[in-house]
């Protein structure tokens, strides 16, 4: 196999492919890494999720907020991960690497869990998610929505080395990109980009959200719970997403794709 030109990028390795058309010959590929990641509190595992093995700080907060089991970053009190198989020059990551982030929550969000059936815990939590709520009204222009769009494409690095990964980006009301997130899942993607959010201290209100999958359901309400008032998607929104953005006041684009934008809910939201 033909050696690799540098170094893999975190969170990928090489693995030999082959490719058609042309001569059958292994040559390397650089893939995105997809990991077990177990949040767990007080010795309880809360959930399970395969993801990229990066920005899990950032993931663990905005999973916990986004989902209802903390009310703000500072019921976080602690968070460790504990990743026993990490990379290094020397050792690449075992193709059966998992990893744990052990979090210690605040009591009353203890509490909270307590009180969960156990059937809810089974389920991932999906018992405990609130309903949506209202989100502030944010309006942009079409060139903003351009412009963030654009530079949350040029922000890629994991896609454009991979092309396995989606991203999630915070900009502000004029388009420029504050963060961006990437990770094999969209929802997840959008979990780290909370989870900076709560960190930064950065104002939800003072922006908006693109993504670059559909808007799901999942997906949409995880930006509501997260405040954001306006959700821009590459691809088209599910009907329940749709309901969900209405409830909450969130102005929801899909197909956003260079001039091109469908309204989906609070059509205001694009000036």
Partial sequence: MSTHPHAPLEGTRYLPVQRYPGERVAVP??????????????????????????????????H????????????LL??????????????????????????????????????????DRATNIVGLRPAAPTVP?????????????????????LHQATGASHAAGFCRLDGSLLALREDVGAAHALDKLVGWLARSGESS??????????????????ASMAGIGLLAAIYAPTALAVSTAETAGLCLLGFVRGERVTLYSRPDGLL
């Fill in 137 to 157: 009204a944010v309006q942009i222009t079409l060139s903003a929505l351009q412009r963030g769009m654009a530079e949350m494409a040029a922000g890629q690095v």
């Fill in 29 to 62: 590929d650089q893939i995105l890494d997809e990991v077990p990641v177990t949040l767990c509190s007080d010795g309880f595992a809360l959930v399970t999720v395969f993801a990229s093995p990066l920005d899990l700080g950032d993931f663990a907060l905005g």
């Fill in 78 to 119: 602690a968070c460790d991960v504990v990743d026993v198989d990490r990379p290094s020059a020397d050792k690449p990551a075992r193709m059966d690497r998992s990893i744990q982030v052990d979090l210690q929550l605040a009591e009353h969000c203890l509490r909270r869990l307590d009180a969960a059936p156990s059937s």
């Fill in 205 to 222: 209100a003072d922006g908006f959200a693109c993504i670059t999958s559909r808007a799901s359901y999942e997906v949409v309400h995880k």
């Fill in 64 to 75: 916990l907020l986004t989902e209802g089991l903390i009310d703000r970053a500072d019921d």
